[in-house]
């Protein structure tokens, strides 16, 4: 079992940054790939950013491509997205996925959620 849990979300102002964390539970953190999402009102949850286990293979949705930059420290079981130049399109509810044995860029591909975290980029 794998909980997840994210942090660091909040309001900023057009072309501020941001850096969230997902904090997860137990040891067994490296044994999966992880990735980030985001919902915006009235849309689908997509894809923003993945990991695979190790932290040597990193995706990046082509929309956050050059602004964001997904991390992670086993050492800690954190998974960091750090978000650079924001847009208020970048607005948006962002969760933490857990996923084996690919890096989850899709929902169903995602075995483990978080509570998700709320980014709101102003213009």
């Known amino acids: 079992q794998v909980q997840l849990v994210e942090s660091g979300g909040g309001l900023v102002q057009a072309g501020g940054s941001l850096r969230l964390s997902c904090a997860a539970s137990g040891r067994t953190f490296s044994n999966y790939n992880m990735a980030w999402f985001r919902q915006a009102p009235g849309k689908e949850r997509e894809f923003v950013a993945g990991?695979?286990?190790?932290?040597?293979?990193?995706y990046y949705a082509d929309s956050v491509k050059g602004r964001f930059i997904i991390s992670r420290d086993n050492a800690k079981n954190t998974v960091y997205l750090e978000m650079n130049n924001l847009i208020p399109e970048d607005t948006a509810d962002y969760y933490c996925?857990?996923?084996?044995?690919?890096?989850?860029?899709?929902?169903?591909?995602?075995?483990?959620w978080g509570q998700g975290t709320q980014v709101t980029v102003s213009s």
């Open positions: 990991i695979n286990w190790s932290g040597g293979g990193t």
């Open positions: 996925a857990a996923g084996r044995p690919w890096v989850p860029t899709t929902t169903a591909e995602s075995n483990y």
